[in-house]
């Protein structure tokens, strides 16, 4: 009987500990900032365009097209904190500088390069880890939304 109070004792004290794990933002801490300078450059895709942001930690950034030139700008909060979030999850310094090469990519496929902290990292296809890949989607659904367009 004694050992039986004591192991639900301990089963709900590490119930205790959960909890939170379910909230997409980690219980709703606010991510570590960035640290420096984050640049991300996708090029390729069916039209061959390049496009490239330079996020500064306070969120001011530039965008660029190959062929329109820069824009200077500044991410949303929401965008800074989502960049903040992916950055931390994709842990580049544990990647370390390095390419991963899908062997027989589609001929449209984005080429993404990520630099940070001293390692740059590049992807095309489907050869990113999923944790690089969900920054390069982050990254790349921002230089969409904000990058230079031509005058109608």
């Known amino acids: 009987m004694r050992t039986a109070i004591v192991l639900a004792g301990i089963a709900l004290a590490a119930l205790g500990g ?5 909230e997409p933002d980690g219980g709703g801490e606010k991510p570590a900032a960035l640290e420096g ?3 991300y450059v996708r090029g390729g895709g069916f039209d061959g365009r390049t496009r490239r942001v330079r996020v500064e930690p ?3 950034a530039v965008f660029a097209t190959q062929r329109i030139g820069e824009r200077p700008g500044r991410l949303t909060p ?35 390069q990520v630099s940070y ?5 590049s992807a095309n296809g489907d050869a990113a880890p999923e944790r690089l890949g969900a920054l390069t989607a982050t990254l790349s659904a921002i230089v969409d939304r904000h990058a230079p367009k031509r005058a109608p």
Not at 18 to 22: R, T
């Open 18 to 22: 959960c909890g939170g794990d379910d």
């Open 37 to 39: 300078r984050l640049v």
């Open 58 to 60: 306070d969120g001011r």
């Open 78 to 112: 929401q965008e800074l904190e989502e960049v903040e979030r992916a950055v931390a999850r994709a842990d580049l310094a544990d990647l370390g500088s390095q390419s991963f090469t899908d062997p027989d990519p589609d001929p449209d496929t984005f080429i993404h």
């Open 117 to 121: 902290r001293g390692e740059t990292v």
